[in-house]
């Protein structure tokens, strides 16, 4: 991953909130979740990740609960709150306007360019 | 995969700390790797391999895990937060839906917590601008002092908070202990000029005031030192914000302009801002102008003594207060100014003839809080105020036992539905927080109701206690909402501690047994403690209030020796207008003419002194008698014929001053009853001699005697007191006193109006009811009386409506037991005595244990009575008796409706 793209600030929670919208998912879930979606391009430092959630449960955003997995392992399980489903909305409805106009805007440039 | 606060305190938050939330993360990250090693693994990798590679996904994993730490400790800290907030909620909705079932009960709480804050609201509102709030604006309170000088005088100690101008003057420049000195005074003087003149209140302040407050100018500036120099400084006014915008609109231009205040014209050279009162809040200054301009006045009111006011240390008249350097401690001082003081006296004994020698007047300074009312010469309203205070902390002692006890009993009847809840597991904590946040809820509410009704009958106690215009309200005063908010918020907690303290008891198999409850009557000993403790506050109140109602009949019983009911006292402002004694005589003609003939009035006269505020004494002679002065103060008035029809005194012999007692005609004098008796014992007065001033002047003879009054002390007035003609002494000075047919304030303002045409220049007539000057000298009984009826009432009310409850639920309770008792043949009487006995027999203790208490506390409050021991038997039997009435009455209703349930259905309904 050392060659991976290196994370915008923000985008990581935003990244959590996504994964986690498809249902409880454990830590090391989420991590190989998102390396599987970006086809390895995105590179996430798993102490990051686990920050990043701590700070989320104690905002409220996520809430854990201990569990099992297939493999009959322990594992600590994330779900998305109902304050973490409206943040995602929120957070994603602003990623994508600010996505376009940042494109549009630096697709222009290359037209005059 | 639930997410309720109870899983996640179970499981680990119990333990808490970082090290709980460390061991956490440590599964976490273990678990972690353990995932990533195996899917490694399972890709082909060497097991060794995978784990470093694992770990190094980490980064420096040392760092890392500890950064994680701290993360997970951060959250459960958060987490914790979050869940009591969310218990808070749930146990306030909890409350609510509650409330919801049983309104009639929740009133109940709520009124009853709402009039006990009420009542403590309204009175922390009075005394905390009496006693605690210090002026607005002050910019620092705790070290700014108002500056007392003691003395020494025939064995007693005087307090003297007014003080010579030459005596500030001495302690601004040689004392060390203070940043700054000022000198001021409130005095209230005619501002304006015709017809819109009106008296209102100046501060009369030296430039170094206004250096005590953070208040700076709206509009142009402060007078300096250098326009405050005496002896008459510069005439020059800074007008309050008030008055600029009731009189001038705020309009920007009234700087240089010249207004007319008292007999000096000023020019205005700034606006003070909003709120800025000097030391008076409650009666803020209109204006403010420099002490030594208003100099020439005072200089009239030394009455050409012929002193420079301002090195005279003869005339005292203003207040002086000093901020205390920040490192100097109160007593040091106190020390620098008793040093400053002494050798100010050392430099007045020296200019000054006739001052005791400094040994014998031990001269000490003393520095005091800014308000006066915590000063050493504090008032008796502020007295009456503080007791009073404390009657409303018993009220509201009241209100949390009532609460209480009304708790308790719900508590009792939901026992079973917690037995069920502590069964389920639910913590006795969690219960009791429940508890506690349902009693807050109510208390909280109590709280808001109870500050409207402070609101509303604030404005009544604030009219009796604070004079002066301004008076705040109570719901916009953030102190007083704040203080209003703890005592809602600890009578929640200690009347939601009662039933806490209940549970602990409580045993689940007993109460899971359905039937218990209805079939054992237990009486709750701490249901008992309350209703007795409520029982015995409220005879104390009732006691203190009995006691203030007989001193006020007392006081009302005092015959005066005249009514001053239907009279005005009519006072004479000349403010400059310098009239010739021949002219002041003719005005005062022409006044009593004029209030004579007015239809409004019954009868006129002129006067030179008035009762309880203005006195005039002189030196007699009479022959036989060695010293007249030694047998006390001879107090004189100067009237017309009509005075004694006007201000209904009797003539007990002889006649009453008449036409021919003019000037020029013998001098003829009235004496008081006592007089006679002391100057002429046995003796018939008419006829008899005195001299007046000197023994060198020509006679005055007594032509009657008239009956005593009280000119100066209600209680124990010697009325030693006569009367001279107007006509034949000091015709040139003087006001009137006027019997009005209607209701004396009625009329004030038409005679006013009808004696101000004839003022000349700037002066005018001030009038005021005479029944007002003497409600001043009644003032602390009536409050006194009034409050303690008030709240010893709402006590009573209070205290029979908790027995009223709890009888009532213990009759619920025993119905059972009654039931049984009167199928077995009991009688309806029988029945009711065995209730009602019970009531009373708590309400006996009460009222043995409060009249202890009472007699205990009763010296404290004897000097505050008026002829009247504060161990009266009638009133503690007055108030034992209505105390029983109303015991048996409040045990007597559920009783008698005990009584006529049918037998049978009490015993099938178990």
Same mark, same amino acid.
């Given at each position: ?113 | &995969? ?23 993360? =440590? ?24 784990? $470093? ?14 950064? @994680? ?81 003691? =003395? ?67 509009? %142009? ?18 007008? $309050? ?49 420099? @002490? ?46 008793? $040093? ?108 808001? &109701? ?18 002066? $215009? ?21 009578? %929640? ?37 309350? @209703? ?7 005879? /104390? ?76 004494? &002189? ?6 008698? =060695? ?25 007990l012999a002889g006649r009453g001053i008449s036409d021919a007692d003019r000037d020029g005609a013998t001098r003829a004098m009235v004496v008081?009853?006592? &007089? ?25 003879? /007594? ?30 000075? %003087? ?176």
């Amino acid at each position: 991953m050392d060659d991976g793209l290196p994370l915008l600030k923000g985008t990581l929670d935003l990244l959590i909130l996504k994964t986690l919208s498809w249902g409880p998912m454990h830590g090391y879930a989420i991590a190989t979740w998102l390396e599987d979606r970006s086809s390895g391009a995105l590179g996430v430092d798993d102490s990051a990740l686990y920050q990043a959630l701590q700070r989320m449960e104690g905002r409220g955003w996520l809430s854990a609960e201990w569990g099992t997995t297939e493999h009959n392992r322990r594992a600590r399980y994330y779900k998305l709150t109902a304050a973490g489903r409206r943040r995602l909305r929120d957070e994603s409805a602003m990623w994508m306007r600010y996505t376009t106009s940042v494109t549009s805007i630096l697709s222009l440039a290359t037209r005059s360019a | &995969m639930r997410d309720t606060p109870a899983y996640r305190r179970l499981l680990h938050l119990r333990l808490g700390g970082a090290r709980q939330s460390a061991a956490e993360m =440590d599964l976490e990250i273990e678990s972690h790797i353990a995932m990533r090693v195996a899917d490694l693994v399972r890709q082909g990798m060497d097991p060794d391999a995978a784990r $470093s590679a694992a770990l190094a996904r980490f980064g420096d994993f040392d760092a890392a895990r500890a950064r @994680l730490h701290a993360a997970a400790y951060r959250r459960d800290k958060a987490l914790r937060h979050r869940d009591r907030l969310v218990d808070l909620a749930a146990d306030f909705r909890y409350a609510l839906r509650q409330a919801r079932r049983t309104p009639g009960f929740v009133a109940a709480v709520v009124l009853t917590l709402a009039l006990g804050i009420g009542a403590n609201a309204a009175m922390f509102s009075i005394v905390d601008r009496l006693l605690f709030r210090a002026p607005p604006m002050l910019r620092h309170p705790s070290s700014t002092h108002r500056i007392y000088l003691a =003395d020494a005088y025939r064995g007693k100690t005087l307090y003297n908070e007014y003080i010579p101008y030459a005596r500030y003057v001495d302690f601004a420049t040689s004392t060390t202990a203070f940043s700054r000195l000022a000198q001021a005074n409130d005095i209230e003087m005619a501002i304006g000029s015709g017809p819109d003149t009106r008296e209102m209140q100046v501060g009369v302040v030296t430039a170094s005031f206004f250096d005590f407050f953070d208040a700076p100018p709206v509009l %142009g500036h402060y007078y300096t030192a250098a326009e405050d120099r005496p002896p008459n400084g510069t005439a020059v006014a800074v007008l $309050s914000y008030g008055f600029w915008h009731t009189r001038y609109a705020g309009a920007h231009n009234v700087l240089g302009q010249a207004i007319q205040i008292g007999a000096t014209k000023y020019t205005i050279i700034g606006v003070a801002p909003r709120g800025f009162v000097g030391l008076w809040p409650g009666s803020p200054p209109a204006a403010f102008v420099p @002490l030594t301009a208003y100099g020439r006045e005072i200089a009239a009111g030394m009455l050409g003594r012929g002193d420079r006011w301002w090195t005279t240390y003869n005339f005292t008249w203003a207040t002086v207060i000093a901020e205390r350097k920040p490192n100097v401690s109160v007593a040091a001082a106190t020390a620098d100014l008793t $040093s400053a003081y002494a050798r100010s006296y050392q430099t007045a004994t020296a200019t000054t003839p006739g001052m005791q020698p400094i040994t014998v007047d031990r001269p000490r300074g003393i520095v005091a809080s800014i308000l006066s009312e915590r000063g050493p010469n504090e008032s008796s309203t502020a007295k009456v105020a503080t007791w009073i205070t404390g009657v409303a902390i018993v009220v509201w002692l009241i209100a949390c036992a009532n609460v209480a006890n009304l708790l308790l009993a719900r508590a009792l009847r939901r026992r079973r539905e917690i037995a069920v809840r502590l069964a389920l597991g639910v913590s006795r904590a969690r219960l009791a927080s429940q508890l506690v946040t349902e009693s807050v809820a109510f208390a909280l509410g109590g709280g808001v &109701m109870g500050v409207l009704i402070a609101q509303w009958g604030g404005a009544v106690l604030r009219s009796q206690f604070l004079s002066g $215009s301004a008076q705040p309200a109570v719901a916009t005063d953030a102190r007083t909402v704040l203080y209003a908010g703890a005592a809602a918020l600890l009578a %929640g907690l200690l009347a939601g501690l009662a039933p806490i303290f209940q549970t602990r008891g409580v045993d689940l198999a007993d109460h899971l047994k359905a039937g218990v409850r209805e079939g054992t009557y237990q009486r709750s000993r701490l249901r008992i403690a309350l @209703l007795v403790f409520q029982g015995t506050l409220s005879v /104390v109140l009732l006691v203190g209030a009995g006691l203030f109602v007989r001193s006020l009949r007392q006081v009302n019983q005092v015959p005066l020796g005249y009514d001053p009911s239907h009279v005005l006292e009519v006072e004479l402002a000349m403010r400059g207008a310098a009239l010739d004694s021949a002219r002041n005589v003719a005005l005062r003609e022409r006044l009593l003419d004029e209030a004579a003939s007015m239809p409004d009035v019954a009868s006129a006269s002129r006067q030179l002194a008035v009762p309880f505020a203005m006195h005039w004494a &002189m030196r007699l002679y009479v022959t036989g008698i =060695d010293s007249v002065a030694r047998l006390g103060q001879f107090e004189m008035n100067a009237v017309s014929p009509a005075y004694f029809r006007t201000m209904g005194t009797r003539i007990l012999a002889g006649r009453g001053i008449s036409d021919a007692d003019r000037d020029g005609a013998t001098r003829a004098m009235v004496v008081s009853q006592s &007089m006679a008796k002391t100057l002429w014992p046995g003796r018939d007065p008419i006829g008899e001699c005195v001299k007046i001033q000197a023994d060198t002047v020509p006679c005055t003879y /007594v032509v009657g005697v008239a009956e005593d009054i009280k000119a100066r002390e209600l209680d124990n007035d010697p009325g030693l007191y006569y009367y001279l003609s107007a006509a034949q002494f000091h015709p040139d000075d %003087g006001g009137l006193f006027v019997r009005t047919r209607g209701p004396a304030t009625d009329a004030q303002e038409a005679v006013r109006r009808q004696l101000q045409r004839l003022m000349p220049g700037a002066s005018y007539v001030v009038l005021e009811p005479l029944s007002d000057l003497l409600g001043e000298e009644t003032r602390s009984w009536r409050l006194g009386a009034t409050m303690f009826v008030v709240f010893g009432s709402l006590a009573l009310v209070l205290a029979a409506i908790g027995l009223y409850g709890v009888v009532t639920y213990n009759v619920a309770q025993r119905t059972h037991e009654l039931g049984v008792r009167a199928a077995l043949g009991a009688r309806m009487s029988d029945l009711a005595r065995l209730v009602v006995r019970e009531g009373l027999q708590l309400t006996v203790f009460g009222v043995a244990i409060g009249s202890g208490i009472a007699l205990v506390v009763a010296p404290w409050v004897a000097p505050l009575l008026f002829r009247e021991s504060p161990r009266d038997p009638w009133v503690f039997g007055l108030v034992a008796a209505v105390l029983l009435v109303v015991a048996a009455l409040a045990s007597f209703v559920p009783a008698h409706r005990a009584a006529r349930a049918d037998p049978m259905q009490a015993l099938r309904s178990d």
